[in-house]
């Protein structure tokens, strides 16, 4: 049991569906610098399931009015992807921090919109990519950065599984869910390669500039067969280092994420699993001085309240952010974009030039 902080952050939940009972609701009741302050849905019989089991201080069926709440301090946007722009762009207008699902948008346009919002506001926003907590990631982020001296290359990829329901369901609680749950319109799968992408090239682009910085120009290409869609990116990043991307939605075996990073003082191999595991990565990181492995265990593999736990520090505190800033996440939609419109040409695509939607 973590112990709690005496000053601690009051956070208010938007939407009570599966990834806010799966990730979000459990890490404001975990963490040791928040608190959950209040939750809001427009489902009625989904807040009172949710309030029953997680005793937040107020209920809201109204977000307005849960942001009027003097109160509150911060809100985690867990809605549907079309909410989570506008959705943020209030609480940041009403003056409450955000951390908000990834990714934070569909186009570019949205994203700068976003942090437009965000300068004016003085607040925080922090983008849900999770992965940048996993112990074992940031241990070969910070040899990366402190150690390895020149990049060569990163070879990264993010498999999803045709079997990765069955894991899941065997390990997670059946989510609770309400007919009269608030769905945008239309429906999100309805594009299958805009909807793989945003929901799992997300974690890829931003693993890879986590690990590598700024990503400058693509080229991809993408294979269709048996239901299953391969993208295979060539990236250059800012920084001279070449990059290799895939993104497989599923591969026929066991979830498949991971890297090789091969530097001038050593290199780094990862394992990353379902993040339902909550269980950090296997990584080894390869010293070149002395010609020994270190693998660091990573023991706390709950991305999700480590993630809340960042944004209330750099909050309470005045802690730099260690997670995904807006700006990351923007980089994160014009990578994406910038692999569609690769994939529409053939041609190599610079990430400066493109606009418009994935």
Sequence with gaps: ???????????????????????????CVKAGNADLHAICDAAPDLLARMGATYEPQKMYADYDAMLADPELE?????????????????????????????????????????????KRSGKVLQVGHMKRFDPALEAARDFVRDEIGEVLALKAWYCDSTHRYTNT??????????????????NPKADLRQYFMLAHGSHLVDTA????????????RLNERFGAYCWFVEAEFASGTLGHLDLTVAVRMDWHEGFQLYGENGSVIAKTFNPWFFRASEVDIFHEKDATTRKPLGADGHFFRRQLEGLADTVLNGAPMRGAN??????SIRAMVAIARSVETGERVELALVSGAV
């Design 74 to 118: 911060a809100v985690i946007v867990a809605t549907s992807d079309a909410y989570h722009v506008p959705m943020s762009i209030k609480a940041l207008d009403a003056g409450k921090h955000v951390l908000c699902e990834k990714p934070i948008g569909t186009s570019i346009e949205e994203g700068e919109a976003l942090a437009e919002a965000v």
């Design 169 to 186: 369901d065997a390990v997670q609680p059946l989510p609770v869910t309400s007919k009269l749950a608030k769905k945008p319109g239309g």
């Design 326 to 331: 807006v700006e990351d996440g923007i980089a």
């Design 1 to 27: 049991m973590i112990k709690k902080q005496d000053r601690r952050l009051r956070v208010g939940v938007l939407g009570c569906g599966p990834i806010a009972q799966f990730a979000h609701l459990e890490s």
């Design 209 to 220: 500039r986590f690990l590598c910085g700024e990503i400058v120009a693509v080229r991809a």
